[in-house]
């Protein structure tokens, strides 16, 4: 493999690691998912803005759904 193959799956890797939060708050569609976005692109880069937003988006209820 490429040496410049492998440094972008690795690029691709980190930064799919560090929006975890904000892929996990949408995917479970909390409420607030916009704030965790936030919070996660503005603190993210400090491991305690991460975790905050980490924690937010796994344990906030997500939205009922509508039974139909």
Same mark, same amino acid.
């Given at each position: !493999? $490429?040496? $410049?193959?492998? @440094? %972008? +799956? &690795?690029? +691709?890797? #980190?930064? %799919?690691?560090? !929006?975890?939060? *904000?892929?996990?708050?949408?995917?479970?569609? /909390?409420? =607030? =998912?916009?704030?965790?976005? %936030? +919070? $996660? +692109? /503005? &603190?993210?880069?400090?491991? #305690?803005?991460?975790?905050?937003?980490?924690?937010?988006? *796994?344990?906030? =209820?997500?939205?009922? @759904? @509508?039974?139909?």
């Amino acid at each position: !493999m $490429n040496e $410049n193959t492998a @440094e %972008v +799956i &690795l690029l +691709i890797l #980190i930064l %799919v690691l560090y !929006m975890l939060p *904000t892929l996990l708050a949408f995917a479970r569609d /909390i409420p =607030r =998912r916009k704030l965790v976005t %936030v +919070i $996660n +692109i /503005i &603190l993210g880069w400090t491991l #305690i803005g991460w975790l905050v937003a980490f924690l937010w988006a *796994t344990l906030e =209820r997500s939205t009922p @759904e @509508e039974i139909a």
